[in-house]
T-cell receptor
């Protein structure tokens, strides 16, 4: 079955880079996504990567995809206190259903 | 502005009562979803609908019901059969087949059983 796993917690200092890791199981996933959730709010799409890409960069965000190992990572450069949130990795299954990981809590210390 | 509106933001329910959470979208999306979020468990799919008048059970549909009479609306009823309904509920929508096939979320509704 489908399963997405993430580490639960990451703490970094302001200005450092953050790397959040994710592994997934469905090799047929077309897209993989990163969402951000601030306290008490919905999920905001941060970025996505198509399965035939290895890397995607979008301003401070870099997504790396290793299809062989089914490993996805999100790197946030120059992490700011406003980046503190829960980050969810998700894979698309059967065209339009998303399977989410449990989320990684990112804490940025000033 | 286009978006997904969920209401109410906070809802308290007595045991044995049914409650309905509203979800409206003006993005002209065909597909709509309901997810449940519990601490440390990520999001779990309750129901989804790919087209008006059609919907499918997700991974945790027991104790829930939905309807899709209009494209823009996908209300979720939490019935008394749901044994542990206290959670954060998220509605989402997407346009299947689009370039990114991206799902967009509403701001969520907190349901507490008292």
């Amino acid at each position: 079955g489908e399963d997405v796993e993430q580490s639960l917690f990451l703490s970094v200092r302001e200005g450092d880079s953050s790397v959040i890791n994710c592994t997934y199981t469905d090799s047929s996933s077309t897209y993989l996504y990163w969402y951000k959730q601030e306290p008490g709010a919905g999920l905001q799409l941060l970025t996505y990567i198509f399965s035939n890409m290895d890397m995607k960069q979008d301003q401070r965000l870099t997504v790396l995809l290793n299809k062989k190992d089914k490993h996805l990572s999100l790197r946030i450069a120059d992490t700011q206190t406003g980046d503190s949130a829960i980050y969810f990795c998700a894979e698309s299954v059967n065209g339009n259903k998303l399977v989410f990981g449990a989320g990684t809590i990112l804490r940025v210390k000033s | 502005d286009g978006g997904i509106t969920q209401s109410p933001k906070y809802l308290f329910r007595k045991e044995g009562q049914n409650v309905t959470l509203s979800c409206e979208q003006n993005l002209n999306h065909d597909a709509m979803y309901w997810y449940r979020q519990d601490p440390g468990q990520g999001l779990r799919l309750i129901y989804y609908s790919q087209i008006v008048n059609d919907f499918q059970k997700g991974d945790i549909a027991e104790g829930y019901s939905v309807s899709r009479e209009k494209k823009e609306s996908f209300p979720l009823t939490v019935t008394s059969a749901q044994k542990n309904p206290t959670a954060f509920y998220l509605c989402a929508s997407s346009s299947p087949g689009g370039e990114r096939n991206t799902i967009y979320f509403g701001e969520g509704s907190w349901l507490t059983v008292v």
